[in-house]
DNA sequence: GTATAAGAGGACAAAAAAGATCCACAAGGT
DNA sequence: ACCTTGTGGATCTTTTTTGTCCTCTTATAC
């Protein structure tokens, strides 16, 4: 139950590699893929998830590449995985009424609300600066 | 990222439906499953796993069927869900060392661990007997 | 002791999701 | 023009989830 994905985890290996570039220096995504040991052609496809989100920049072209579009200090950790395996959600019925016809008085359903805010929580409290730099 | 398996949410209907019952009387799966609205056959292969970690005791043959081998006050959400889908782990690195080659002095892994805490201790607060009055 | 009524266990299959690759294209630089 | 680099879509493989089926064992009833 509840698992990062491969995805996930290559998202933030991927983005602390760009937080730990001097600021406004752009990298290129085989660089990026190597550094993080993560397969090429999948991470271009998380970086265009971040990109589409506002988290990086890119630019094409010769001196083309990636960077981060804000401060590291300012993109959470949550930021990051929601980037990529779309919002935090412990249950099905979370999603919004009508998902499941038992959500009527459904005495579990705070639970998951609970244990969602939790995570949220959590890893809204972590900036992509403080795991960059260790 | 971080959802419930259909597995783990039958799993909560159907245990919820033995908690409900009064003391001492047996359940047939097709009527838990009827009941809960889940496969049948799904859901036998549920009931045997929360038999063979003990959360419920079974019996054959005429007269047979399942029932709580405790009572549902001392039954947390936290091993129901377990039961069928294994310890909570929201990243694969937090199984143990070597799963991950980057896993000495990886700054994420603090941060799953810090979720992998939280989620234990509101399932654990949360009992089946609390969860069947409603 | 034979029929019947359960659950147990394993094999298997379909469907969905995760993981990964490829290619034609767009955009920017020389 | 030509090279460089990201974009978007299609596609493919593998793994996981979800579910079924069939045979075996255990227990009761007649
Ligand atoms: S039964 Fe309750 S907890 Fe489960 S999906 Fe439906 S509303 Fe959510
Ligand atoms: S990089 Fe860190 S968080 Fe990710 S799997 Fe490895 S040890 Fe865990």
């Known amino acids: 139950m509840m698992e ?6 290559y998202a ?10 001097p600021r ?13 040991e993560v397969p090429k052609t999948f991470l271009a496809k998380i970086l265009q998830n971040f990109v589409k989100v506002g988290l990086v920049s890119s ?17 959470t950790l949550r930021e990051v995985v929601e980037a990529v395996e779309g919002p935090i959600m412990p249950n099905r019925c979370l999603i919004g009424a009508g998902t499941c016809e038992r959500d ?13 805010r939790e995570i949220v929580a959590i890893l809204d409290g972590v900036t992509i600066a403080e795991l960059a730099r260790d």
């Open 4 to 9: 990062l994905t491969r995805k996930g985890e």
């Open 12 to 21: 933030i290996r991927g983005i602390l590699y760009l937080a730990r570039q």
């Open 24 to 36: 406004g220096q752009v990298s290129l995504v085989g660089e990026i893929a190597e550094a993080s």
């Open 59 to 75: 630019s094409r072209g010769t001196g083309g590449g990636f960077m981060l579009a804000r401060p590291a200090e300012q993109i």
């Open 104 to 116: 009527v008085s459904c005495p579990v359903h705070p639970v998951w609300e609970k244990v969602r």
